[in-house]
């Protein structure tokens, strides 16, 4: 069958589909997706927190209750149905399973908080786990007993922190592919895995400090948690021989309280398998009575050009514009704390959507809560608020301003292709990767880079009150904990997602109020639409209708992005 006729019954597919699930869609939305499919809880009955892989700040989609489909985990759905079930005389405890949990400190943190909370009204909090990772156990030190199964083949894994990087440059070599790398800000580094063949010393070093800080936050926190020295821990992560710990060795080393089975914890807590309770089938009582609202805006996943609600893991001026509009037109809306969790992405981008925010702050209060990373892009935004705390995990600064721009003359030769440009203009036909770049298109092209870095310093001297002397010592693409961006003024405070919407209320003279939190969570039919899923999917297929297969493989790399400027932090750091 030819590749032109497999596109055509693939997009045949998705028209059926798609239209399936608008006309479901409809139909569903005559019932009420609160209460459809929902579990009765009875008293007694134990929350069962058993998040799995990743766990975003947010989710935006609204839960469905129909064909066994569950909401998605979140850390606000979490500390929010953690802190509901604190005073609800039906719930008796919570029972924490965690599995593959990936999880960043400052959502970590936050459920710590509420953990906390609950645990103030007397209820239990206990952990089970056989084949846990850091972050599992991390969610699991939050109890107040922790088992562990005793088999030989169950395992702990504590690793530490860490930061990898994989560097291109000795493969474009030999492909004959050359990335021009223009940045302003001596230690952003971004570009140096396609550029290099191992990192500045300046941007090591820098990194280095923020994992130093990261690793002294993961030890100090268990060690409080299980009421050990930090050297005990230290010992847990420098000096044991085996990567997994066994339970018997996580006893010794009083990581956990029992070396037993699951059916031993729920024995021990009477907890019978009908009364575990999923947080899918737990529903919060919303806040009623109170007129005056602090909008929470939670901003997640790397700044880059899209429609509204294309994705949750993007940031885009025209989501942010929707989220603005909508606070504007509601006179409830008293002040405001943007949630910001993103290592930056798209210069411009980031341009507009400070603008946006700058507008509403301008009107209303607003107060910024840094999520794990709020970095480049994510500090930029950041700016448009009038008092910013950072959460003890927040990795945070990287103000600098970096383009990639490859060079396909080598590789060009290699499969025999020449090219040549017939031209009139300047700079007509000037970033043709075909041919090599001249040294007056990349001078040009320091030259705007320079002006868009200080664009980005002229941002956070206003912002922050930093003068142009200081300014430089601070930025060049350096990455901050929390702590010490603190110290330089980057941030006001040190605080929890909870400090940051007192001090906005405070900041808007508010002793009564309630919190109501975007962008608005919207159902999946309702997020298909508005992202126009169908059509864009459709153009895609189409795009591609004249190639065989061999050129539809070729055509469909996942590239990084270039020829673009990128506020964007240089690594992800674990």
């Known amino acids: 069958m030819s590749t032109k006729k497999i596109i055509l019954i693939i997009v045949a597919v998705l028209i059926v589909l798609i239209a399936l699930s608008f006309w479901t869609g409809r139909q569903m939305s005559k019932f009420s997706p609160a209460n459809a499919g929902?579990?009765?809880?009875?008293?007694?009955?134990?929350?069962?927190?058993?998040?799995?892989?990743?766990?975003?700040?947010?989710?935006?989609?609204?839960?469905?209750?129909?064909?066994?489909?569950?909401e998605m985990n979140s850390m606000q759905g979490l500390v929010a149905k953690i802190r509901a079930a604190k005073n609800d005389k039906r719930i008796e405890g919570i029972l924490i399973e965690p599995m593959g949990v990936q999880i960043s400190y400052a959502s970590l943190n936050e459920l710590e908080l509420a953990i906390q909370d609950f645990k103030t009204s007397g209820k239990p909090v206990v952990a089970f786990g056989d084949m846990m990772g850091q972050g599992d156990?991390?969610?699991?030190?939050?109890?107040?007993?922790?088992?562990?199964?005793?088999?030989?083949?169950?395992?702990?894994?504590?690793?530490?922190?860490?930061?990898?990087?994989?560097?291109?440059?000795?493969?474009?070599?030999?492909?004959?592919?050359?990335?021009?790398?223009?940045?302003?800000?001596?230690?952003?580094?971004?570009?140096?895995?396609?550029?290099?063949?191992?990192?500045?010393?300046?941007?090591?070093?820098?990194?280095a400090e923020a994992l130093s800080d990261r690793f002294n936050l993961l030890v100090d926190g268990i060690a409080k948690r299980r009421n050990i020295t930090t050297d005990d821990v230290l010992a847990v992560y420098n000096n044991r021989d085996d990567l997994f710990i066994s339970a018997k060795q996580a006893l010794q080393m009083k990581l956990i309280d029992k070396a037993d089975s699951r059916q031993a914890l729920m024995d021990q807590y009477a907890i019978g398998k009908d009364k575990l309770v999923s947080f899918s089938s737990y529903t919060e009582r919303p806040e009623l009575g109170k007129n005056n609202l602090v909008a929470v805006i939670y901003l997640e996943g790397n700044i880059m050009p899209g429609y509204g609600s294309m994705s949750q893991s993007v940031i885009s001026h025209e989501k942010v514009r929707r989220i603005v509009k909508s606070i504007e037109d509601d006179p409830a809306v008293k002040a405001v704390v943007v949630r910001v969790n993103s290592p930056g992405g798209s210069a411009l981008e980031s341009e507009y959507i400070y603008r946006e925010l700058k507008h509403l702050s301008d009107k209303v209060p607003m107060v910024i809560s840094m999520g794990g990373t709020a970095a480049s892009g994510g500090y930029y935004i950041s700016c448009a608020g009038q008092y910013i705390y950072a959460d003890p995990g927040t990795l945070t600064g990287s103000i600098g301003v970096i383009m990639m721009l490859p060079e396909l003359t080598g590789l060009s030769r290699k499969v025999g292709l020449r090219s040549q440009t017939i031209k009139y203009g300047k700079f007509a036909g000037a970033l043709n990767p075909m041919e090599a770049y001249s040294p007056e298109l990349i001078a040009s092209l320091k030259r705007n880079s320079q002006g868009t870095y200080d664009e980005f310093k002229a941002r956070v001297m206003t912002a922050r009150n930093i003068s142009p002397d200081k300014i430089n010592s601070i930025a060049e693409g350096r990455v901050y904990s929390a702590e010490d961006a603190m110290a330089i003024d980057l941030v006001d405070e040190i605080g929890s997602l909870d400090t940051a919407i007192a001090k906005a209320a405070e900041l808007a003279k508010l002793s009564d109020y309630r919190t109501g939190i975007f962008p608005i969570k919207k159902s999946i039919f309702e997020f298909l639409k508005d992202s126009d899923f169908m059509n864009m999917q459709i153009k895609n297929l189409l795009k591609y209708r004249h190639l065989n297969l061999e050129e539809l493989t070729d055509a469909l790399p996942d590239m990084i992005e270039t020829n673009s400027w990128l506020y964007l932090m240089p690594i992800k750091v674990d």
């Open 137 to 207: 156990y991390m969610l699991a030190s939050f109890a107040d007993q922790v088992y562990m199964d005793p088999s030989a083949s169950a395992g702990l894994l504590l690793t530490g922190s860490s930061a990898n990087v994989t560097f291109y440059k000795e493969l474009f070599d030999k492909i004959g592919v050359k990335m021009h790398v223009i940045q302003a800000g001596e230690f952003k580094g971004a570009g140096e895995p396609y550029s290099q063949t191992s990192l500045s010393e300046g941007t090591r070093a820098n990194i």
């Open 38 to 70: 929902m579990t009765p809880i009875s008293a007694g009955s134990w929350l069962h927190l058993n998040p799995k892989a990743y766990v975003p700040e947010y989710s935006e989609i609204m839960p469905i209750n129909w064909f066994g489909m569950k």
